[in-house]
């Protein structure tokens, strides 16, 4: 995120920052930029009650620490992708340096009464450095992506290690149930400290507490954001461009997890075996590259543009071009815009932590008509969003079987079941998720019956991840 925040942030930093600007705080990460010769200073910016703290990376601390092992270990394995886990002792190596050098950057700027709060993948020792430095906080963790099961987590380098090292932790949060239960049967299955209880184990001295924590999005804020989309011009020509034909989106970083291959693939089978929709309906992916220098991102690129491609040339007509394959970012207003267009939101990642991108598609619809969500059942956001059509995203007949249902869904069944999932959404915002992780990450002075002490500065202090 910007240090000013300026840009058009996700909802995710956004919120992030929010909670910061309640009581001051202090945001620490990556500055996104790579370096000749990466100082450990973080540079410091004031933004009102908040203080920025960012370093640099060099090329090789990229290469080895964010190229390298958050992204070719560490995500697959994730994303239950042993296939695609490539072990490099130099990226381990780099992965853990980087940590520790993170640690000692931040060690000048803590103060005893901080709780501090990391996020995601990128920086799971995190914790375990600061506590070598002597810290004694409060330190939560967050984790952004799924955690699979043990016989699949297992296959990371330096697997025990991780875990020793989230014990570190104070709170230890994920998006989904199975996830905080997977991650709790690694340290049960590795024999590292015991279960104490739901939710709570004991490491040594510290008593760790594990839990679900669904992230959510600023929903009234993203309802509004989409009834001002409509009469945004990107939206208005896209209108007019479909001539009548319904909408059918998905919108999703490129990437492996997501599922886009698949879902073309979906859509094709749907339009072969279902010819009435022929020329009636377009699908809109929007996908902006991501992590291009990571070797499986380039040829993955390649071959979703060639399949929807290759799609487009035996399905399309001269008057209809069904897939329309788009390798940018548009602006929020314009997105929600377009969710609240589509009569139907494809979401079919093969596994995802969340997917902020369904319950966005969810809050952007007219309630007196709205479209149908199409989810993956591998999706974290399945749990909440239980009344989408949940589909198995490898199984293209079935999927193929969804689209055509969500199309032809009555709109008292539509309404219905946006209506109960519109609730979840207006509950479990992104600022309910925030309050509700920071206070069981301060709740020991309040179990203890202690008074909460004020905090000069507020003291929760987001380790943002590096951008994804
Ligand atoms: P991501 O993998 O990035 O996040 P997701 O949760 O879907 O995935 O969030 C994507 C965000 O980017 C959404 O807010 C969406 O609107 C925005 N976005 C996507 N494509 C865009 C485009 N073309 N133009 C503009 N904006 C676009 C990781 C995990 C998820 C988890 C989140 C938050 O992988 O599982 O939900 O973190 O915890």
Redesign the pocket.
């Known amino acids: 995120m910007p240090k000013d925040g300026s840009t ?1 942030a ?3 930093a956004v919120a992030l920052e929010g909670a910061l600007k309640q009581n001051g705080g202090l945001w620490f990460g990556w500055s996104g930029k790579i370096v000749g010769n990466a100082s450990e200073q973080p540079e410091i910016v004031q933004a009102g009650n908040i203080t920025f703290a960012v370093v640099d990376l060099s090329q090789k601390d990229y290469d080895e620490y964010y190229a390298g092992f958050a992204n070719r270990a560490l995500w697959p394995i994730c ?1 239950y992708r042993l296939d695609l886990l490539q072990i490099d002792r130099h990226d381990t190596e780099g992965y853990f340096r980087v940590n520790r050098t993170f640690a000692a950057s931040l060690a000048p700027l803590l103060r005893p009464d901080d709780l501090i709060w990391v996020h ?1 993948y990128h920086f799971i020792p995190f914790a375990s450095e600061l506590r070598k430095l002597g810290f004694n906080n409060r330190i939560g963790f ?1 984790l ?3 955690w699979p099961p043990s016989d699949i987590a297992s296959a990371l380098p330096a697997y025990e290690r991780f875990l020793k090292d989230l014990g570190g932790y104070d709170v230890i949060g994920f ?1 989904t149930p199975q996830d905080a239960e997977n991650f709790q049967q690694c340290l049960v299955r590795e024999g590292i400290g015991s279960a104490v209880g739901a939710g709570e184990h004991q490491i040594d001295s510290r008593r760790i507490r594990i839990g679900a924590f669904p ?1 959510g ?1 600023d929903t009234e804020a993203f309802a509004r954001t989409a009834v001002r989309g409509e009469k945004n011009a990107l939206v208005r020509r896209m209108q007019a461009s479909l001539a009548g034909r319904d909408l059918i989106i998905g ?3 490129l ?1 492996y ?2 599922g886009i291959k698949q879902r073309i693939e979906s859509f094709s089978c749907f339009i072969r075996s279902n010819p009435a929709f022929r020329n009636r309906v377009t699908y809109l992916q ?3 590259k ?1 992590r291009s220098d990571v070797p499986e991102y380039k040829r993955m690129q390649r071959e979703i543009a060639e399949h929807s491609g290759t799609t487009n040339g035996s399905l399309g007509e001269v008057d209809w071009t069904p897939i329309r394959y ?1 390798n ?5 207003a ?2 929600a815009g377009l969710y609240r267009m589509s009569r139907v939101g494809l ?1 079919t ?1 093969l596994r ?9 598609f969810v809050a952007a619809q007219r309630p007196e008509d709205p479209g149908v969500l199409v989810l993956s059942r591998f ?3 399945a749990h909440e969003l239980d009344c989408s059509v949940l589909v198995n995203p490898y199984d293209a007949e079935a999927c193929a079987a969804a689209i055509a249902r969500a199309l032809q869904m009555p709109l008292e069944e539509r309404r219905e079941r946006w209506t109960t999932m519109m609730k979840r959404l207006q509950t479990n915002t992104v600022e309910a998720w925030c309050g509700q992780f920071l206070a069981c990450l301060d709740g020991e002075a309040e179990l203890q019956g202690e008074p909460r002490r004020p905090r000069e500065r507020g003291g929760s202090l987001p380790l943002e ?1 590096a951008p ?1």
């Open positions: 058009e996700g909802g995710l994303h995601d967050f952004h992506i799924p998006h992230v999005i919108v999703d970083r990437d997890s997501k929007i996908t902006p991501s788009v940018r970012t548009v602006g929020h314009a997105l979401v990642p995802d932590g969340m997917n902020l991108v369904a319950k966005e999706a974290g956001a991840a994804i």
